[in-house]
């Protein structure tokens, strides 16, 4: 003991080493779920992408880069000559535009709706609130399928077209890239609503008024100083509506008809019909690159504008 401190004692705040070994064991259980439930299925994914294609399905336990070169390349079935995939190109080229469109139009749906309930009183913004919420209630599946029957040549907004005179016949949507369109911005613009309400809600309204002081136009006040402000929340809305549009399945695979396909509708059917998993495997992976890298570019484009 020295000046009346015990030695032994801790430093105030910090765990002893009996303590951190403690939470460690606490949090083995996590620890095991996440590397079995997380990991495992990511690890047999890489590890069947640089494997051969099956007789019938599976894979060939030989290393072999086939499904790679088939992503862009494929072969004729005559005289082997190699040509770009073009199948291939324009379900990711669609996979891809239907997301960014997607997220851009859920933005432009969201932040006004995100705006309007976090200016109303308090007592009103949790029945707002719990009106977005209420498609979560509801199965994917159901939801998608409402949609149809809206957008469909015999549906609700057809029927109301003609009825007002607006149209004489139906008009095609359903089966298109703006039905799979309309779908996903209905499904996701939600996961979209929540996070630009949550920024906006802890906005600073007099930061509006001294914009308007100093003679701002409208527009100018909304580009100079509500969105510099509620970038977080419109960072993390676009994450939430592009990751999971960019590998949507049940939306495409109903509304698109199997015709329009997108990428996750085409890594089921490798792994399916198709029966090459290695290509699955590929596209896969490809996918995740292709998250990350939006991920990746948003966080810095973010943390650059913080910066400045």
Same mark, same amino acid.
């Given at each position: 003991?020295?000046?009346?401190? #015990? ?36 690890? %047999?994914?890489?590890? @069947? ?6 007789? @019938?399905?599976?894979?060939? *336990? $030989? !290393?072999?880069?086939?499904? &790679? =070169? ?21 379900? =990711? &080229? ?33 029945? &707002? ?6 498609? =979560? *209630? ?10 149809? $029957? ?10 109301? !077209? ?30 979209? %609503? ?6 906006? $809600?802890? =906005? ?21 100083? %509500? ?22 399945? %049940? ?25 090459? &998993? #290695? ?7 490809? !996918? ?6 939006? !991920? ?13």
């Amino acid at each position: 003991m020295a000046g009346g401190v #015990p030695a032994a004692a801790a430093p105030q705040g910090r765990a002893t080493p009996a303590q951190a070994r403690a939470g460690w064991w606490l949090s083995a259980p996590a620890l095991v779920l996440l590397a079995v439930g997380a990991t495992g299925p990511l690890i %047999v994914i890489v590890i @069947y992408a640089f494997l051969a294609k099956g007789s @019938y399905s599976g894979v060939e *336990w $030989e !290393l072999s880069f086939d499904a &790679w =070169f088939q992503v862009l390349f494929q072969r004729d079935i005559f005289d082997d000559t190699v040509s770009f995939a073009d199948a291939h190109l324009a379900i =990711f &080229w669609r996979s891809v535009k239907l997301s960014v469109l997607t997220t851009a139009l859920a933005f432009a749906v969201g932040l006004p709706t995100a705006w309007f309930i976090a200016t109303r009183p308090a007592a009103q913004r949790t029945w &707002w609130l719990f009106a977005i919420t209420i498609p =979560f *209630w509801t199965n994917l599946l159901i939801r998608t399928f409402a949609i149809m $029957e809206v957008i469909r040549n015999g549906g609700l907004m057809n029927s109301a !077209l003609i009825a007002l005179g607006v149209i004489e016949t139906p008009i095609q949507i359903l089966y298109t890239d703006t039905a799979v369109l309309i779908g996903m911005v209905y499904v996701y613009l939600p996961l979209m %609503v929540l996070p630009l309400y949550a920024a906006v $809600e802890r =906005f600073d309204m007099t930061l509006l008024e001294a914009a308007h002081d100093l003679y701002a136009s409208r527009l100018q006040a909304l580009r100079r100083v %509500v969105l510099p402000v509620i970038r977080p929340g419109i960072v993390a809305g676009s994450i939430l509506v592009f990751v999971p549009s960019l590998g949507a399945y %049940v939306t495409p695979r109903i509304l698109g008809g199997g015709k329009n396909m997108m990428i996750g509708n085409f890594i089921e059917l490798q792994f399916g019909q198709g029966r090459n &998993w #290695p290509l699955g495997a590929a596209l896969s992976l490809i !996918l995740l690159v292709i998250v990350l890298t939006a !991920l990746l570019t948003l966080t810095r484009l973010t943390e650059r504008n913080d910066g400045r």
